[in-house]
């Protein structure tokens, strides 16, 4: 193209629109996921999670409340879970295990959070 000059348009976008758009769209998958059941919004790493786990000491007894057999849903995703949310089959088991509420569950997910990804 003959006499087209970009500079004009590329001078024109400011970076906060650039990052305001990002965040948005951002913002519009995890809604349309989450809905969907494939991102939660409280999920967090299986590192953060055991992370937190061992923080507060319950690493072993939650260890000693997965099942041995390698076909339990438990067992899969305590050996490859990639992201663990409240209320999935590990969380519920480590629930059970440890005789936590609601509220202490909570808890150890915004303790998580908070451990490195």
Known sequence: ?????????VQAIQPEAI?????????QINAQFGA???VN???VTRRQFFS?????????????GVPADA???????FISGNVIT???TLATNVQATLGYSAAQMTA?????AGMTP
């Not at 150890?108 to 998580?112: E, K, V």
């Open 108 to 112: 150890l997910f915004t303790t998580a």
């Open 41 to 43: 919004a409280g999920s």
């Open 19 to 27: 990052v305001n758009a990002f965040n948005w769209l951002i913002r």
């Open 36 to 38: 969907l059941g494939w």
């Open 71 to 77: 076909n339990d849903p438990v067992y899969i995703e």
């Open 1 to 9: 193209m003959t006499g087209y000059n970009p500079i004009p348009y």
């Open 86 to 88: 409240p209320g999935d």
């Open 52 to 64: 937190a786990l061992a923080a507060a000491g319950k690493m072993p007894a939650v260890l000693n």
